[in-house]
């Protein structure tokens, strides 16, 4: 999964720089090595590799920094027949929020959850066998439904993107205004992809969750005629994914407006790329300086 960003340039106020940021590909992530001891650090967007038990008895444990009102996902996609993936979420006062498992006795198999967290800390996840009678090797995904990127209407804004891992996801997001038609359409490009989609409303409310079947070649979902009535204005987040995550590959998509007066602007990710962080940065350092010499030529 790659990030593409049209070019944009800090002259001025960061409010122009806001206005200017163009973000038209799925949101930054990279992979974490998960083989190192003691507890692994993750941030939204991150997926790891080397994750496995190293025996029966084993138990993987990964942190991160959470924050009210941040809704987050959590998948595991184990490699290993016979391995069940027990995954467990403990929030900042190590309190049991999320307990899920999978079995894996007919296979490799996937497992996860959302949660909306209510606290602000630190959070803890393990990954460990649910009977403590097998190991095996997995791939971990974290991330977060306002880890997005924003995206506009019709062809100009058709995208090209890839699940890079089993459990990948990528998360978008669009404006849109009350009593209005919106479609989106995802097609997979590669044999055995089964593009899954999931739309949630600006309060945060599931409004579509469809899937397609890609075993006999790429499909496309929803059907054909199947519209969003968008009941609300405000941002509307989308997720794409593979239905079992069990396969990677290519897809596009595109969001239509069809029927009333639909919003120009794009919305701008909650959590920006580090390379925006840095642009941003540099935007500040820039008007900083500008002020300090205009005050300077004032005082002069």
């Given at each position: 999964?790659?990030?593409?960003?049209?070019?944009?340039?800090?002259?001025?106020?960061?409010?122009?720089?806001a206005?200017?940021?163009?973000?038209?590909?799925?949101?930054?992530?990279?992979?974490?090595?998960?083989?190192?001891?003691g507890?692994?650090?993750l941030?939204?967007?991150?997926?790891?590799?080397n994750?496995?038990?190293?025996?029966n008895?084993?138990?993987n444990?990964?942190?991160?920094?959470?924050?009210?009102?941040?809704?987050?996902?959590?998948?595991?996609?184990?490699?290993?027949?016979?391995?069940d993936?027990?995954?467990?979420?403990?929030?900042?006062?190590?309190?049991?929020?999320?307990?899920?498992?999978?079995?894996?006795?007919?296979?490799?198999?996937s497992?996860?959850?959302?949660?909306?967290?209510?606290?602000?800390?630190?959070?803890?996840?393990?990954?460990?066998?649910?009977?403590?009678?097998?190991?095996?090797?997995?791939?971990?995904?974290?991330?977060?439904?306002?880890?997005?990127a924003?995206?506009?209407?019709?062809?100009?804004?058709?995208?090209?993107e890839?699940?890079g891992?089993?459990?990948?996801?990528?998360?978008?997001?669009?404006?849109?205004?009350?009593?209005?038609?919106?479609?989106i359409s995802?097609?997979?490009?590669d044999?055995?992809?089964?593009?899954?989609?999931?739309v949630?409303?600006p309060?945060?409310?599931?409004?579509?969750?469809?899937?397609?079947n890609?075993?006999?070649?790429?499909?496309?979902?929803?059907?054909?005629?199947?519209?969003?009535?968008?009941?609300?204005?405000?941002?509307?987040?989308?997720g794409?994914?593979?239905?079992?995550?069990?396969?990677t590959?290519?897809?596009e998509?595109?969001?239509?407006?069809?029927?009333?007066?639909?919003?120009?602007?794009?919305?701008?990710?909650?959590?920006?790329?580090?390379?925006t962080?840095?642009l941003?940065l540099?935007g500040?350092?820039?008007?900083?300086?500008?002020?300090?010499?205009?005050?300077?030529?004032?005082?002069?």
């Open positions: 999964m790659k990030t593409v960003h049209k070019a944009c340039t800090v002259l001025g106020t960061i409010s122009a720089f206005i200017s940021l163009h973000v038209s590909a799925s949101p930054f992530e990279h992979t974490v090595d998960a083989s190192g001891a507890p692994i650090l941030n939204y967007g991150d997926h790891t590799i994750s496995q038990l190293a025996n008895l084993d138990v444990t990964y942190r991160f920094a959470g924050k009210i009102g941040d809704n987050i996902r959590f998948n595991v996609a184990s490699f290993t027949t016979g391995f993936p027990l995954v467990q979420l403990r929030g900042p006062t190590n309190n049991l929020l999320q307990s899920v498992v999978c079995n894996g006795n007919g296979g490799p198999c497992i996860g959850f959302d949660q909306p967290l209510t606290a602000n800390g630190i959070y803890t996840i393990s990954v460990s066998d649910f009977s403590g009678d097998e190991a095996g090797s997995y791939v971990a995904h974290l991330d977060a439904r306002a880890h997005y924003g995206v506009g209407y019709g062809p100009t804004w058709k995208i090209t890839q699940l891992h089993n459990n990948d996801v990528d998360f978008y997001a669009f404006n849109g205004n009350a009593n209005t038609l919106a479609n995802v097609r997979s490009l044999q055995g992809v089964d593009p899954h989609l999931e949630w409303n309060q945060g409310v599931s409004i579509l969750d469809t899937v397609c890609g075993n006999g070649g790429p499909c496309t979902t929803p059907d054909p005629g199947t519209f969003l009535t968008l009941a609300l204005t405000g941002t509307y987040i989308f794409i994914s593979d239905f079992a995550s069990d396969e590959g290519k897809y998509f595109q969001v239509s407006c069809l029927t009333g007066s639909c919003p120009g602007t794009i919305p701008l990710p909650k959590y920006p790329e580090p390379s962080y840095a941003m540099g500040l350092g820039l008007v900083g300086f500008l002020v300090r010499k205009r005050n300077g030529s004032q005082s002069a």
